[in-house]
């Protein structure tokens, strides 16, 4: 019976993996206040390599409505503000010679609309995770039936899959909606 707790731990793994994957995509998306997270994708040219911003430099949130990029060399300056702009985030970074400063612009209610359809998306993709996870899982409950352990300890299996499945499905609700929650928010 080991084979068929075994066919259980990996797909709760892959469910856990899908939240993870959309909890960091949730983190991404903006929500008003200003969030390191939100220049997550910027890469900078650091001496002919593609270099993800936050290696080279401070990225702060000195206020709600402000992001402060401290590069640790002042040569950088120039080329971090051109990756931020190239980057279309819709931010416009200010170069004061020390470190560079964005204002984050508050949302408009179009911009909000976009968010959470966003939002939801990346939970739906979440949602279809989860279901492959169980489809896997079924698949394999259905093959060990076939090499002989009994029907009764396979359909156990199967319930217990669904149940997971669904405690999944709900903590996913649960995070698309605290997400929506905060892009509503004014």
Same mark, same amino acid.
């Not at 993996?17 to 200003?34: M, T």
């Not at 400063?101 to 209610?109: A, G, Q, R, S």
């Given at each position: 019976?080991?084979?068929?707790?075994?066919?259980?731990?990996?797909?709760?793994?892959? $469910?856990?993996?899908? #939240?993870?994957?959309?909890?960091?995509?949730?983190?991404?998306?903006?929500?008003?206040?200003?969030?390191? $997270? $939100?220049? *997550?994708?910027?890469?900078?040219?650091?001496?002919?390599?593609?270099?993800?911003?936050?290696? #080279?430099?401070?990225?702060?949130?000195?206020?709600?409505?402000?992001?402060?990029i401290q590069p640790w060399e002042k040569s950088m300056l120039e080329p971090i503000q051109k990756a931020i702009?190239?980057?279309?985030?819709?931010?416009?970074?200010?170069?004061? %010679?020390?470190? #560079? $400063?964005?204002?984050?612009?508050?949302?408009?209610?179009?911009?909000?609309?976009?968010?959470?359809?966003?939002?939801?998306?990346? %939970?739906?993709?979440?949602?279809v995770s989860v279901r492959s996870a169980r489809k896997e899982g079924n698949d394999e409950i259905k093959k060990?039936?076939? *090499?002989?352990?009994? *029907?009764?300890?396979?359909?156990?299996?199967?319930?217990?899959?669904?149940?997971?499945?669904?405690?999944? #499905?709900?903590?996913i609700d649960a995070i698309v909606t605290t997400k929506e929650k905060e892009i509503l928010t004014v």
């Amino acid at each position: 019976m080991e084979e068929v707790q075994f066919v259980l731990d990996e797909s709760k793994e892959q $469910m856990e993996k899908a #939240i993870s994957r959309l909890n960091a995509e949730v983190l991404k998306i903006r929500a008003g206040k200003a969030n390191p $997270m $939100m220049l *997550e994708g910027v890469r900078v040219d650091y001496y002919g390599s593609s270099t993800p911003l936050s290696q #080279i430099s401070n990225i702060n949130t000195p206020d709600p409505r402000t992001l402060s990029i401290q590069p640790w060399e002042k040569s950088m300056l120039e080329p971090i503000q051109k990756a931020i702009t190239n980057a279309n985030l819709g931010l416009n970074p200010q170069n004061n %010679g020390e470190l #560079i $400063m964005i204002n984050v612009p508050p949302l408009t209610e179009e911009r909000r609309k976009q968010l959470v359809k966003q939002a939801k998306n990346v %939970g739906e993709d979440a949602k279809v995770s989860v279901r492959s996870a169980r489809k896997e899982g079924n698949d394999e409950i259905k093959k060990l039936q076939k *090499e002989g352990i009994p *029907e009764d300890v396979c359909k156990d299996a199967e319930n217990k899959i669904q149940k997971l499945t669904d405690s999944y #499905i709900e903590k996913i609700d649960a995070i698309v909606t605290t997400k929506e929650k905060e892009i509503l928010t004014v």
